[in-house]
T-cell receptor
Framework: KQEVTQIPAALSVPEGENLVLNCSFT??????LQWFRQDPGKGLTSLLL?????REQTSGRLNASLDKSSGRSTLYIAASQPGDSATYLC?????????FGTGTRLQVFP | GAGVSQTPSNKVTEKGKYVELRCDPI?????LYWYRQSLGQGPEFLIY????????DSGLPNDRFFAVRPEGSVSTLKIQRTERGDSAVYLC????????????FGPGTRLTVL
């Protein structure tokens, strides 16, 4: 059974720092991996999707990498801003369903 | 519509009551998914529709939960004899044709069972 773990559970950093969020999964037979952002009381916003054949994806200040063989992905956020404060979820695609981690709650303070 | 919409945004009910949660997917999307997110947890898969039929309902926790999508568009998640443990945010997502297509999520319905 696929299990997804995210570390750390919470993170508080000053504005401007570069930071790394970690995601690990137990079954490397995935179609893709996706990083989402969730603001309090809101739905999920897709940030980056990495296909199983890819190693990384970039969008603006965000870079996500995937090492399928070791079951790991990282989300790198450059020059963090207070507006980045949210919960970040990773999810792996296992057939038609997404299997989510428990998220990293990020707070960026001015 | 422009995105996935869900109604109501909040629902408070008493233990033992019946509730219905509605999802309007992105127009033209044939695949629709329901997930449940408990406090402090990631979303957990409940059911997946391809068109009008449930292609995978392996995530439904028990027979009190049922979902329909009669015309292949709007879906309703139905919960009978609600229990306090059913309190969660219920998220709906749609994708253009299922498979590995990107899933787009709605804002969710927060269900509170007193």
């Amino acid at each position: 059974k696929q299990e997804v773990t995210q570390i750390p559970a919470a993170l508080s950093v000053p504005e401007g720092e570069n930071l790394v969020l970690n995601c690990s999964f137990t079954d490397s037979a995935i179609y893709n991996l996706q990083w989402f952002r969730q603001d309090p009381g809101k739905g999920l916003t897709s940030l980056l999707l990495i296909q199983s054949s890819q190693r990384e994806q970039t969008s603006g200040r965000l870079n996500a990498s995937l090492d399928k063989s070791s079951g790991r992905s990282t989300l790198y956020i450059a020059a963090s801003q207070p507006g980045d404060s949210a919960t970040y979820l990773c999810a792996v695609r296992n057939t038609d369903k997404l299997i989510f981690g428990t998220g990293t709650r990020l707070q960026v303070f001015p | 519509g422009a995105g996935v919409s869900q109604t109501p945004s909040n629902k408070v009910t008493e233990k033992g009551k019946y509730v219905e949660l509605r999802c309007d997917p992105i127009s033209g999307h044939t695949a629709l998914y329901w997930y449940r997110q408990s406090l402090g947890q990631g979303p957990e898969f409940l059911i997946y529709f391809q068109g009008t039929g449930a292609a995978d309902d392996s995530g439904l926790p028990n027979d009190r939960f049922f979902a329909v999508r009669p015309e292949g568009s709007v879906s309703t998640l139905k919960i009978q004899r609600t229990e306090r443990g059913d309190s969660a945010v219920y998220l709906c997502a749609s994708s253009s044709s299922g498979g590995v297509d990107t899933q787009y999520f709605g804002p969710g319905t927060r269900l509170t069972v007193l």
